[in-house]
């Protein structure tokens, strides 16, 4: 059974900085394509970043570039999504997500497999 378990969100400042971790089991991890995405209330599910089993470097979506960093760390089975600079509108709740498919889609519907989701609040 594939578990995706979320940690590190909470309630910050406009301007600071958070860690999200996922940790994965069930996975063969080292060929899986892991992702992070966002929903904010009252809206679409949106893509954040990906990183493809096959790829060396991580995909961000425009609207974090150069804020948010993807990682993985296969030895851990775990993913990282690094979020600098947050603004309010990145308050959302924040899914883990995972597919055996080697490319990365910004369609949640390719997604084999998803976390339960971890709050984060940035506001003043």
């Known amino acids: 059974q594939v578990q995706l378990t979320e940690s590190g969100g909470g309630l910050v400042q406009p301007g600071d900085s958070l860690r999200l971790s996922c940790v994965s089991s069930?996975?063969?991890?080292?060929?899986?394509?892991m992702g992070w995405f966002r929903q904010a209330p009252g809206k679409e599910r949106q893509f954040v970043a990906g990183?493809?089993?096959?790829?060396?470097?991580?995909y961000h979506s425009s609207t974090v570039t150069g804020r948010f960093t993807m990682s993985r760390d296969n030895k851990k089975t775990t993913v990282y999504l690094q979020m600098n600079n947050l603004r309010p509108e990145d308050t959302a709740v924040y899914y883990c997500?995972?597919?055996?498919?080697?490319?990365?889609?910004?369609?949640?519907?390719?997604?084999?497999?998803w976390g339960q989701g971890i709050q984060v609040t940035v506001s003043s």
């Open positions: 997500a995972a597919t055996e498919q080697a490319v990365i889609t910004v369609s949640g519907r390719q997604w084999d497999y």
């Open positions: 990183f493809s089993w096959r790829n060396t470097i991580p």
């Open positions: 069930g996975l063969n991890f080292n060929m899986s394509t």
